[in-house]
């Protein structure tokens, strides 16, 4: 459905995207997720035509764009939905959704689909933040795009609103069978409202996949830490599996050379998620807790493990485990640890 | 600030860059017609430039002396009917200072009006000191506002760490206070100059030789090239305070709570009677002199096509220039370097002193019959001065528009005309019809210009004032006179608003 090759942006000197491909088949939901400035709302601008790329191909539903021939954003058929909402501030709700609609069932669709019918003949400053974004998406969806962009539309709202207002955006771009880019720089909402995730680092995509993959199977430190906290401890893997400072478990590897072929060792670094980790009060233990912070549902923990490296380990609130006592720290997921090959002149963290 | 690759820039850039020639025009003419005699700087010269210079600095200074002072009084201190007395101090701003030098000259001096009603006869209010003295009564209020606004942005709570460390009243006054009015006091001194070197009435019907009185009378005696040799000394002159001006960068703080002081009574009875005399002298004595006209001699004089002259022209180059400005203000929108000092380019129109500009389109209309003394020439005139407003008014207006607006329109597959059309026209109008109505009340008003461009034989307002003046029947000039008023009350009202200038501290009406 959308096809991007090769896509490069340049601001001035700043090479903002960088050789950018990407696959989107039709209906999917891809989340476009890295930190600020990493270059996914300019990605976003350029499908859209609203920014001019300096190379490359973008093909949406078989019509190509290039620098050669390019296509204006009107005959584009991509929607988009703004992070400030962008409403027509002259037009009232249902003209704003009905803005270039000739059928006007299209119009009362979207209004009852988005809980809008009581505010057709409202003006855009009257309504909250997540109604104008509700009519925002209406007015997308009601123009019958093929691609629908949303440009981190979450992002001005009051976080109690976003996790309702997410799942009912993805609701209605999954009724409208419409395929969608959704940028955002948060990783939860990335996760939530996708059917794959393609993380940008500094202009490049360095990872895409499922939600799950990406978080349980990332192929990078950096993706690792990106969609959630975590410790790396160093580690020796073998066929048996990696043993670390804290034990010897079964691993997966996503980099690399390796696994190590029979015989042979090889040095990794093991992430492990602080909900992976057990702390037993025991002396002599392997560990110290060094700081612990109520957290509501949870606690969280960080421990000094004899090695020297530092654990964070989050456990039920119930127990509560005062600092410079000596824990026993264990792995206490069942599946496979993420290793990565430690690359030489790597700094340890 | 995004670019948008769709704005295909030169297609923007080609008639922007013959808007800005034909606004800058009006220089070359002069240069060109300055050069076809020998330039001469002689004694007269000099004569002229230390006139100009001197009412100036004078006019600058008194107008800094009363404005600054009565500014601080009507923010910082607690007063009755504060707002009346701020309404009173800008008040001046409507009155046309032409109109208040016709007064003063009818007024003053053996066989004025006042020794005909009174029967003693004040000093001629004539010279140096006279027209700096009616410049100043009307361009003060340019300082109070200015010196207003940066007090209002002035938090409370930076005087009064001031006095928590040991300042007294006075020392906060000299520390805290004044340093951060400097910008406000510097920005209105410049406006009262520019004002004071393009105002061509004043100096003329005052009898004082500056620049703008000389070209007239240079234009008058078919020395057109002598004028515009004048003309462009005066452009220099101009220029140098623009710099000036564009250097002083009003410091954006955050508004704070609006500094309160307490007077003693002696203060507050030496601010109401200050500024009720100064109200007199600048408002008071033209609308006596009007209605003591009006009922000697009725109105019989007045015939109400002059009227029609002055508004038709007006209203046509109101629409004119906001047509003209539309593509102006939307390159700039955009951002660019070349769009932006493009811009300042045409807002240098506006420093063109009106006398300056009249006389540059005046040789256009000598090489060109069929334009010259048209409505169409004199249109043009008000166009080409008035333009800066225009684009000025449309460019807020189109900042003030989200960027995301226009690509929203696209996304949703309005084409560019389409976007245009639909979203920014409609959002864009309110300051679009502020922008017309501004330019229609100054052009309304606009004294040399018209003087030099109107066909022959066609009256408007200001020329009859002028021609009053020149022939002595000075009842004539009663009902024009207070239309004037009324045109220039207008126009305070709609730039004051524009300006947000007045908005009064919470206290303020108490």
Redesign the interface.
């Known amino acids: 459905m959308l096809s991007i090759e090769t896509l490069n942006i340049h601001y001035g000197d700043a090479h903002v995207v960088r050789n950018l491909t990407l696959h989107i088949a039709k209906g999917e939901i891809l989340a476009l997720v890295g930190p600020t400035g990493c270059g996914k709302s300019s990605a976003l601008r350029a499908i859209a035509g609203l920014l001019e790329p300096s190379k490359g191909e973008i093909r949406i539903d078989g019509q190509a764009t290039t620098n050669d021939n390019f296509v204006p954003p009107e005959k584009r058929s991509a929607g988009m939905v703004f992070q400030d909402f962008a409403l027509f501030p002259h037009l009232n709700v249902e003209e704003n959704v009905g803005f270039r609609v000739s059928e006007s069932s299209q119009v009362d669709l979207w209004l009852s689909n988005l809980g809008l019918k009581a505010f057709r003949e409202a003006m855009p400053e009257t309504l909250s933040g997540g109604q104008k974004q509700r009519v925002a998406l209406a007015r997308s969806l009601a123009h019958q795009p093929k691609l629908l962009l949303l440009d981190e539309p979450l992002s001005n709202l009051d976080a109690a609103l976003k996790i309702d207002l997410r799942l009912q955006i993805r609701h209605a771009i999954k009724k409208a069978g419409v395929t969608a880019i959704w940028v955002t720089h948060d990783q939860n909402e990335a996760m939530a409202i996708s059917d794959r995730v393609a993380v940008m680092r500094e202009g490049r995509i360095v990872q895409v996949d499922t939600p799950e993959k990406c978080y349980e199977a990332p192929n990078s430190r950096f993706v690792a830490k990106f969609f959630g906290d975590g410790s790396f401890l160093k580690g020796i893997a073998s066929e048996t599996g990696t043993e670390t400072a804290i034990g010897l478990h079964p691993f997966v590897h996503t980099n690399g050379a390796f696994p190590p072929s029979a015989n042979s060792v090889s040095q990794v670094e093991v992430l492990i998620r602080p909900h992976d980790v057990d702390l037993i009060e025991e002396t002599p233990g392997n560990a110290t807790v060094q700081t612990q912070a109520y957290e509501g549902e949870t606690r969280h923990y960080r421990v000094q493990l004899d090695s020297g490296e530092t654990l964070e380990a989050r456990l039920s609130h119930e127990h509560r485990i005062q600092p410079e006592t000596r824990v026993r720290a264990v792995v206490k997921s069942r599946h496979p640890l993420v290793a990565f090959q430690l690359q030489k002149n790597q700094p340890s963290t | 600030m995004?670019?948008?690759?769709?704005a295909k820039r030169w297609r923007l850039h080609v008639p922007i860059a013959t808007i800005v020639l034909l606004a800058l025009s009006p220089i070359v003419v002069l240069i060109a017609l300055a050069t076809q005699e020998p330039l001469e700087f002689g004694s007269r010269n000099w004569r002229i430039l230390g006139n100009t210079v001197g009412l100036t600095a004078l006019t600058v200074l008194g107008a800094v002396a009363i404005g600054a002072p009565l500014a601080f009084a009507t923010t910082c201190l607690k007063l009755r009917r504060a707002g009346l007395v701020l309404a009173m101090l800008v008040f001046p701003l409507a009155v046309p200072s032409y109109i208040g030098a016709f007064a003063y000259f009818a007024a003053t001096g053996p066989g004025g009006e006042i020794e005909i009603l009174f029967g003693i006869a004040p000093p001629e209010v004539r010279g140096l000191f006279g027209t700096a003295w009616v410049m100043t009564l009307y361009t003060f209020p340019f300082v109070v506002l200015s010196v207003r606004a940066s007090l209002l942005r002035l938090d409370a709570g930076l005087v009064e760490s001031g006095r928590t460390l040991g300042l007294t009243p006075l020392g906060t006054l000299l520390h805290v206070i004044f340093p951060r009015i400097r910008g406000g006091i510097s920005s209105g001194a410049l406006l009262v100059a520019l004002y004071t070197l393009s105002d061509f009435a004043t100096p003329a019907i005052l009898g004082f030789d500056t620049f703008t009185r000389a070209i007239y009378v240079e234009y008058n005696a078919f020395g057109l090239s002598r004028a515009a040799w004048l003309s462009l000394q005066l452009l220099l002159l101009v220029l140098v305070v623009l710099t000036f001006e564009s250097r002083a960068k009003t410091v954006r703080e955050n508004p704070g709570r609006t500094l309160r002081w307490n007077p003693i009574p002696t203060t507050k009875i030496c601010i109401y009677i200050s500024t009720t005399l100064v109200w007199i002298s600048s408002v008071g004595l033209p609308f006596v002199l009007f209605f003591v006209w009006i009922k000697r001699e009725g109105v019989r004089s007045f015939e109400p096509s002059i009227l029609l002259h002055s508004v038709v022209p007006a209203a046509l180059a109101a629409f004119c220039a906001v047509i003209v400005a539309l593509p102006l203000a939307q390159a700039a929108s955009y951002g660019g370097r070349t769009e932006n000092w493009m811009l300042h380019l045409t807002s240098f129109g506006f420093g063109i002193p009106g006398i300056v500009m009249g006389t540059a389109l005046v040789y256009v209309g000598l090489h060109l019959p069929w334009m010259y003394q048209t409505t169409a020439m004199l249109v043009l005139g008000y166009v080409l001065r008035f333009l800066p407003l225009a684009t000025g008014s449309l460019r807020e207006g189109l900042n003030r528009l989200?960027n995301?607006?226009s690509?929203?329109?696209?996304?949703?597959?309005?084409?560019?005309f389409e976007t245009f059309r639909?979203?920014k026209l409609?959002?864009i109008m309110p300051a679009a019809l502020s922008g017309a109505a501004l330019i229609f009340l100054e052009a309304m008003r606009e004294l040399p210009l018209t003087l030099l461009l109107r066909p022959t034989g066609m009256e408007t307002l200001t020329t009859r004032l002028w021609q009053v003046y020149e022939a002595g029947y000075f009842g004539d000039a009663a009902i024009p006179g207070l239309l004037l008023i009324l045109t220039s009350f207008m126009a305070m009202l709609l730039f004051i608003r524009t300006e947000r200038l007045l908005r009064l501290a919470p206290e303020a009406e108490t």
């Open positions: 995004q670019r948008y690759s769709f989200e995301s607006l690509a929203a329109a696209r996304s949703l597959g309005a084409s560019p639909r979203v409609p959002l």
